[in-house]
């Protein structure tokens, strides 16, 4: 007989918090094999299809036999130049595209190695609660120690910086922020902004902003980049995604912008581990890039109607929920007698509604569930009607 194989998993993947979502996955499986019709309001995953011409440029793209090969792990020019325009366009900023752009197999990609780069074991990492969990994955996974950022209403969903003690920022290496917001759907200004570089200026930490939702903004308040504020370039990068804003989340494409020492700390752990995203979804991601206003505003409208439906009927249900400024998400309180998990799931099971508890993006986020405007207005409108028969 062989000897069986020490297939047990490393301490990290071990000590990795335990995932909150697996059981309502469990659960959602349940309620579809009883037959029961369930409105998935779940998930951060556009509904709506990739606009034509960036499948168009793609196909053609695929035909290249130039495009065959290894891509360059930084990013084709043509695509970091598409990258720097675009942010010239969008935000003013003015970027190098060799030393200040790089592309990423989609922003969370970025987020996830970006630690490896620059944290040692025992450093700090500042990272939003609740927030998107590969923040924390990330910076364990290179044996960093992550320090929660609370966001709470009462703070308008913005760090407090001056809660943080002093030796907690003086072991600091990096911070995460991320506007608009996942999960609780908050914009933040550039006073904001100017605040995080101020204290990463003074305690030496880098600032990594994740701008997934930049584009998914709602009664034409554009979000700001963290790069128009003074001296931002100095501490931090920028991750940028064409996932959310053009329907892409399956293509896997996204570039960082921003300090050049970031940047090539966050490219020398891709020549590592990655080779590069495949150069015809490069040349796709191009054709995203310039794509014109028109089609960007019928997205936004579509989720803008769906947003009105959501907040509107909660309302009327007297549930507490934050009007989103940004993004496709709402941010509700659940009702005073439900924890968080216990009111997904009684949603879940009652009404064969799915949304994501807030407790798991972090201990802060206990109170609140986080619905996605991932399904049609007409969906959406069952929804509370489902809700509030078991509410
Ligand atoms: C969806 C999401 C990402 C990941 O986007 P990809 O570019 O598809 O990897 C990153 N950050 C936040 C906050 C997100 O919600």
């Avoid at 570089?197 to 880098?206: M, Q, S």
């Amino acid at each position: 007989m062989k000897n069986a194989i020490k297939a047990e998993l490393a301490d990290r993947v071990k000590n990795l918090p335990p995932y909150l979502f697996e059981r309502i996955d469990r659960l959602k499986k349940d309620a579809l094999k009883k037959g029961i019709d369930v409105i998935d309001l779940s998930i951060g995953d556009p509904d709506l299809p990739t606009p034509s011409h960036i499948v168009k440029a793609l196909q053609n793209a695929a035909e290249k036999p130039e495009n065959h090969c290894y891509p360059s792990y930084e990013g084709m020019l043509s695509y970091r130049q598409t990258a720097a325009n675009w942010c010239k366009v969008r935000f003013g900023i003015d970027l190098d595209s060799e030393k200040e752009v790089l592309s990423l197999i989609g922003s969370k990609e970025g987020v996830g190695h970006l630690p490896l780069a620059f944290v040692n074991p025992g450093d700090v990492v500042l990272c939003p609660s609740p927030g998107y969990p590969v923040y924390t994955v990330g910076t364990l996974f290179a044996g960093g120690e992550p320090y929660l950022m609370p966001l709470t209403e009462s703070n308008g969903y913005f760090p407090d910086f001056a809660g943080i003690p002093e030796n907690v920022l003086k072991r600091a290496k990096l911070m995460y922020l991320n506007y608009p917001n996942n999960p609780t759907s908050a914009t933040c200004t550039k006073t904001c902004f100017s605040e995080a570089v101020e204290l990463a200026h003074k305690y030496g930490f880098i600032i990594c902003h994740d701008a997934a939702y930049s584009e998914l903004y709602f009664d034409g308040k554009r979000p700001a980049s963290f790069l128009q504020v003074d001296g931002a370039k100095d501490v931090a990068i920028e991750l940028h995604s064409l996932s959310k804003t053009y329907n892409m989340t399956g293509w896997r494409i996204g570039f960082a912008v921003g300090n050049a020492d970031v940047v090539f700390g966050l490219g020398k752990i891709k020549t590592n581990l990655d080779s590069g995203v495949f150069q015809a979804i490069q040349e796709a991601g191009i054709a995203a890039l310039n794509t014109v206003d028109g089609v960007l505003s019928d997205i936004r409208d579509t989720y803008q109607a769906r947003r009105d439906t959501l907040y509107e009927g909660l309302n009327r249900l007297g549930m507490e929920a934050k009007k989103p400024e940004a993004t496709f998400y709402l941010w509700a309180r659940v009702p005073k007698k439900f924890t968080s998990a216990g009111f997904s799931i009684h949603l879940l099971e009652k009404a064969g509604v799915m949304a994501t508890p807030g407790n798991g993006f972090g201990t802060d986020g206990e109170g609140y569930i986080r619905f996605a405007l991932t399904k049609d207005v007409s969906r959406i409108k069952e929804a509370v009607e489902r809700i509030e028969k078991v509410i």
